[in-house]
């Protein structure tokens, strides 16, 4: 079990308490997109403190665990300090968790990847609750499991198609992708035959989109004599 934990006076008094040689280098398998620095991310530090949590209430309902905390440069120290905002996290950004796994079943590192594998799950689950399963549940336990089963296939579908695209939309969320390449304003028209989908003008996704329809469509077949 692992819990992601506030940066609470608490938690940064713990945090502080950990020696400096105890920290660990590890480097991401992908580099991580820091919203609040707009920068990439592909190295970090883990260290980790005894901790205790619900340490203010009685002896029978406090829970002994570890505290493993996870630090990156914080590229914006500069303006921070600029701002007059001294203090701890000046030169890192903390990310700490709760976890009362055992050291020898999950060190430092093992603990901190596995819990950095559940954000990414819980990633794909608000994107799916933002989508499909925003309908979800009905009243009927055999319409929830096939609308589930369609939902997923929809997802997985859907991310397979902005992935041909390129880069651009590969780790777009569900609700860009259907903007971007599936809801698209076109106009149908006939022509010598031949049916001609007019699309948007100036259209920032042309490329994209024109990429997708070409690798997901056989190309025409030969005129012969």
């Known amino acids: ?8 006076p608490t938690i940064k008094t713990a945090i502080a308490t950990i020696d400096e040689q105890a920290w660990t280098t590890i480097k991401y398998t992908d580099a991580i997109f820091n919203p609040d620095t707009q920068q990439w991310i592909s190295t970090a530090e883990v260290a980790e403190v005894a901790f205790t949590a619900f340490s203010s209430q009685k002896k029978a309902e406090q829970i002994p665990g570890r505290l493993v905390v996870r630090r990156i440069p914080d590229f914006n120290a500069a303006t921070k300090a600029a701002a007059g905002q001294d203090g701890l996290f000046d030169t890192w ?13 999950f060190n430092t ?11 990414v799950i819980e990633q794909v689950n608000a994107d799916l609750k933002a989508s499909a399963l925003a309908h979800l549940p009905s ?34 969320t ?9 809801t698209v304003p076109a106009r149908i028209a ?7 989908l007019h699309l948007p003008t100036a259209w920032p996704w042309e490329a994209a989109w024109t990429d997708l329809f070409n690798r997901v469509n056989d190309p025409p077949a030969p005129a012969t004599a």
Not at 1 to 8: D, E, P, R
Not at 174 to 182: D, E, H, V
Not at 190 to 196: C, E, G, Q, T
């Open 109 to 119: 590192i093992t603990a901190d990847t596995t819990h950095r594998g559940h954000a």
């Open 93 to 105: 950004r903390f990310h700490a968790f709760f976890t009362t796994t055992d050291p020898t079943v």
């Open 190 to 196: 006939s022509s010598a035959r031949r049916l001609v």
């Open 139 to 172: 009243g009927v336990f055999t319409a929830n499991a096939a609308w589930l089963v369609l939902a997923v296939m929809a997802f997985n579908l859907t991310r397979a198609a902005a992935t041909l695209t390129g880069t651009g939309l590969a780790k777009a």
């Open 174 to 182: 569900t609700a860009t992708i259907r903007r971007t390449l599936i």
């Open 1 to 8: 079990m692992s819990v992601t934990v506030k940066m609470s």
